[in-house]
């Protein structure tokens, strides 16, 4: 059994290669993607994939709203998942949001630098106190 933040970087990872095909043009089956990152059926992954890919022009709206001077499609493909699927887990998820941003901004220092580490961080944060105080 995989903890949540290893569920966390699998997500990550199937997001990444979706931002590829769709750049690319190619087609894929997002149950496929899934399949081979993650061979046990996982609610929190279908819902991380499936959630970022159905609110992904949402997300990133959000997110642009709260970089100054950046938008998420400067970003490479990597912390542009990122930025999605963190936003996406503390506006729609039931985690706790301070569990999420920490879990993500973990995560944010594996796969990326420090600059953009810190920026999620600014952007969780912002979307933490505007986003869900406006419900």
């Known amino acids: 059994m995989k903890t949540r ?3 966390r970087e699998i997500a990550l990872r199937i997001i990444y290669k979706i931002n ?11 149950n496929d993607l899934i399949k081979e990152e993650y061979e046990i059926e996982n609610d929190f992954v279908n819902s991380l994939v499936n959630g970022v890919i159905e609110k992904k022009d949402e997300l990133t709206a959000l997110v642009n709203k709260y970089m100054s001077d950046w938008s998420l499609k400067r970003l490479n493909k990597v912390d542009q ?9 503390l506006k729609y998820e039931k985690t706790p949001s301070i569990v999420s941003i920490n ?12 600059k953009v580490t810190k920026m999620l961080n600014g952007v969780l944060d912002n979307i933490y106190h505007s986003e869900e105080n406006d419900e």
């Open 5 to 7: 933040n290893e569920v």
């Open 103 to 114: 879990e993500w901004i973990e995560i944010s220092k594996k796969y990326s630098d420090e």
């Open 81 to 89: 998942a990122l930025f999605l699927l963190a936003s996406y887990e």
């Open 20 to 30: 590829i095909f769709d750049d690319a043009h190619v087609y894929y089956d997002v």
